[in-house]
């Protein structure tokens, strides 16, 4: 699924882009198609507009004017000549898929020249380029990579990729561990609606793995997942037995560095940080599994 989701979120972006700088270029070409209709209605009221040597004075300034009007008008037609190529892109990733070619098309985002010359196009593109590196990065380091990413929106990749920092391992690994973490809690939320479910259905008792919520929850979820988890009694937990008396807890990090540690209960969810300087998890042991 993470394959799958940078092109559309790129595309997304394309499409915001597309319709700004179509909107733009509405305006521009409805402005340029009255500039010509304007020009040509004085021409044809001054007797006609071409430089000629008999010309009067203020013939002459008339054509002088259209003259610069036209040329206005083709530089106004020129800045939005890109615009069909943002179409002609959007048009390509509708039937796209694949990781690649999303990151062939965040290199060749730049090169559009309209949109690098728009300070809002520009900003988007750039965005969807960090997007792109944020996917690059997890495809980079399939060890910290988990199934729960095929949970996270456009909106997730986006928002986590604007604060990216990839010029040092520790910033990349810092990003990476925000990544998983949202992803995570798109996760527990499901997760603690599916247990409760569970519940309903099972005369109020709990489930002995987290494999047999699977048809409980209303969105279906990547048998991958669940196996990344494992069902544990909440006593010797401290306040995690206000989650209820048996929790839906992560096997072991993906980095035991920096990492999120989620508990699942059916009356909610706690998650605890792990940080090269420690944690506050009530299970000291799980960052050094």
């Known amino acids: 699924m993470i394959k799958k989701a940078l092109p559309y979120v790129i595309c997304g972006l394309l499409v915001v882009a597309l319709f700004y700088q179509s909107s733009e270029s509405a305006k521009w070409e409805a402005l340029a198609n ?7 209605d004085a021409v044809r009221k001054h007797g006609g507009a071409g430089r000629k040597t008999d010309a ?34 959007v048009a390509r990733l509708q039937g796209v898929e694949g990781v690649e070619s999303g990151l062939d098309l965040a290199g060749r985002m730049a090169k559009l020249a309209a949109v690098d010359d728009d300070p809002f196009a520009a900003a988007v593109m750039a965005l969807a380029s960090k997007a792109a590196d944020l996917n690059r990065q997890v495809q980079n380091r399939p060890a910290f990579d988990i199934p729960e990413l095929q949970l996270l929106e456009e909106a997730d990749w986006l928002s986590i990729a ?13 990003t990476l561990s925000k990544t998983r973490q949202k992803a995570k809690t ?12 569970f519940y309903a259905a099972n005369n109020n008792q709990p489930p002995a793995s987290p494999t047999q ?6 969105t279906p979820v990547d048998p991958s997942i669940l196996q990344r988890y494992q069902m544990i009694p909440s006593t010797g937990l401290g306040s995690l037995s206000e989650l209820g008396p048996v929790l839906i807890s992560e096997k ?3 980095d035991r560095q920096y990492d999120t540690h989620f508990y699942v209960g059916r009356k909610g969810v706690a998650s605890f940080m792990i940080t090269p300087a420690g944690t506050s998890d009530p299970d000291v042991t799980w960052a050094t599994r």
Do not use: C, W
């Open 34 to 40: 009255a500039h010509e209709k304007a020009a040509g």
């Open 56 to 89: 009067t004075p203020e013939q002459q300034e008339l054509v002088d004017k259209v003259a610069e009007q036209q040329a206005e008008i083709s530089k106004l037609r020129q800045e939005n000549s890109q615009v069909p190529k943002l179409q002609a892109e």
């Open 162 to 174: 604007k604060g990216a920092d990839y010029e040092t391992e520790q910033g990349i690994r810092q």
């Open 186 to 197: 798109h996760f527990a939320e499901m997760a603690t609606e599916a247990l409760n479910q």
């Open 213 to 218: 919520l699977q048809p409980y929850f209303k």
């Open 252 to 254: 072991s990090p993906v």
